[in-house]
């Protein structure tokens, strides 16, 4: 093997091997013990299985590695392996976004604390410790404020304290999430730490970044869908229905973010609030978006953000423009059921094969529970699509679920639905 042409990655999915295989790269995969698969193996020049997280297993791994064939670069898109990436990249001088940046940014109160110092007007913040916190916070910074993990992801165990009678029962929530992990969370998580912070009011996007040796494109603002009593993500669309006025400040308030956390090169996903006078940021990822994110911006702009984070270390990309040019639009919509349990899923590569269909990703089973909506792993499924603009796309993702897919589902009195796409609403930016 040739240690220059090496790159060791860090968990994920086996696309991310395929890219490196695709960009002429040998690769050394690290991936955990209940994540392995046969892809993984088939395409990785060398798997070793290993929990990443643990890094007092995970450095003697990375050390015979480097030993015995030697890498030129560590890369990680997934979360769990966003630290030990970095911390292997610091180790041997192999350049990139830091470890102490990464830490920051997954940390959610770690970045709250970073900004505080930095800006006098940023979100104010505290750790959870004791039930009291939740109404002195509340006299403090006023109603309705967030709570949520210092370091999970995908809304889970996020919650609005609306006023003091909220206190007891979200505290007797967050103690009961405290030290678990359920069968909603990813085995490679163990919630712990809770922060409370000042509700952000405004549009909520997510910015989709890539930075070039400190320089940094923002490719791509994602137009984000909620609702009201939960913090699940309902669709995404690409490029934001949003006027240039707002999306320059979106913009810059993401490149002053990125900098103030120390990011110098890689994919980013940061999430923000537009108000109408400031924008906030809520929290930021040293990795591409979920969510079919990734395949949005590649319909929409021709960016691929993941060849660009695996090419970049070893100088196979290009750097992008400043302000790459949207030249379609492109969404995902998810699923929801009614309470019951999923009896049948149809319809899959059907829903695949029609024109504009860029993913179906059902993740219900037959036999699976549909519970109300909380956090993002009670929805089904999503339906990912591409069309001539973005309000065209959320449009056709519609067409494609009632022409295609079918999700049933039985109430426990044997009462029988049909999944539907979430409703989105109306939008809260202007549509131009």
Same mark, same amino acid.
């Given at each position: 093997m040739n240690p220059d042409r090496t790159v060791l990655i860090v968990g994920g999915l086996p696309e991310t091997v395929r890219?490196?295989?695709?960009?002429?790269?040998?690769v050394l995969l690290l991936q955990h013990p209940d994540k392995v698969t046969a892809e993984q193996e088939s395409l990785a020049d060398v798997l070793v299985a290993v929990d990443f997280t643990d890094w007092a297993a995970t450095e003697p791994v990375v050390r015979r590695l480097h030993d015995e064939?030697? %890498? @030129?670069?560590? +890369?990680?898109?997934?979360?769990p392996g966003l630290e030990p990436a970095a911390r292997v990249n610091d180790h041997y001088g192999l350049g990139g976004t830091g470890h102490e940046a990464t830490r920051r940014i997954r940390d959610k109160w770690a970045m709250r604390r970073h900004l505080a110092r930095l800006d006098p007007e940023a979100v104010q913040a505290?750790?959870?410790?004791?039930?009291?916190? *939740?109404?002195?916070?509340?006299?403090?910074?006023?109603?309705?404020?967030?709570?949520?993990?210092?370091?999970?992801?995908?809304?889970?165990?996020? %919650?609005?304290?609306?006023?003091?009678?909220?206190?007891? !029962?979200?505290?007797?929530?967050?103690?009961?999430?405290?030290?678990?992990?359920?069968? !909603?969370?990813s085995t490679m998580y163990v919630l712990q730490d809770f922060l409370m912070e000042q509700y952000v009011e405004g549009a909520e996007f997510s910015v989709e970044s890539f930075s070039f040796a400190g320089r940094h494109v923002i490719v791509a603002i994602t137009e984000k869908f909620t609702a009201e009593g939960h913090f699940a993500e309902l669709g995404h669309a690409v490029p934001a229905r949003v006027g240039e006025e707002v999306a320059e400040r979106v913009r810059a308030a993401v490149a002053r973010f990125l900098d103030h956390m120390g990011v110098t090169d890689g994919v980013c996903h940061t999430e923000v609030r537009a108000g109408e006078h400031a924008v906030?940021?809520?929290?930021?990822?040293?990795?591409?978006?979920?969510?079919?994110i990734p395949e949005l911006v590649l319909a929409a702009y021709g960016v691929d953000l993941?060849?660009?984070? +695996?090419?970049?270390?070893?100088?196979?990309?290009?750097?992008?423009p400043d302000r790459p040019a949207p030249h379609a639009g492109a969404s995902s919509r998810f699923l929801v059921g009614a309470h019951g349990r999923?009896?049948?899923?149809?319809?899959?590569?059907? @829903?695949?094969? *029609?024109?504009? +269909?860029?993913? +179906?990703?059902?993740?219900?089973?037959?036999?699976?529970?549909?519970?109300?909506? !909380?956090?993002?792993?009670? !929805?089904?499924?999503?339906?990912?699509?591409?069309?001539?603009?973005?309000?065209?796309a959320?449009?056709?993702?519609?067409q494609v679920t009632t022409t295609a897919l079918r999700i049933t589902v039985e109430d426990e009195y044997g009462r029988v639905s049909t999944a539907r796409l979430a409703e989105l609403g109306p939008s809260l930016v202007e549509a131009p």
């Open positions: 890219t490196a295989k695709e960009l002429g790269l040998e064939h030697g %890498f @030129a670069a560590a +890369v990680s898109l997934t979360e505290r750790l959870l410790l004791h039930r009291g916190d *939740l109404e002195a916070f509340g006299d403090e910074h006023g109603y309705p404020f967030i709570v949520k993990p210092t370091d999970a992801t995908a809304s889970i165990g996020v %919650f609005k304290v609306d006023g003091p009678a909220d206190a007891e !029962r979200i505290w007797q929530q967050v103690s009961a999430l405290r030290g678990t992990r359920t069968d !909603r969370i906030r940021v809520i929290e930021g990822h040293t990795r591409w978006g979920g969510d079919a993941g060849r660009l984070a +695996v090419g970049w270390p070893f100088r196979l990309v290009e750097e992008l999923v009896t049948a899923v149809e319809g899959v590569e059907q @829903a695949r094969a *029609l024109p504009g +269909v860029l993913a +179906v990703k059902i993740t219900a089973k037959p036999g699976d529970p549909v519970r109300p909506l !909380r956090d993002n792993w009670d !929805r089904l499924g999503l339906v990912a699509v591409t069309a001539a603009d973005a309000s065209a959320i449009e056709l993702a519609e």
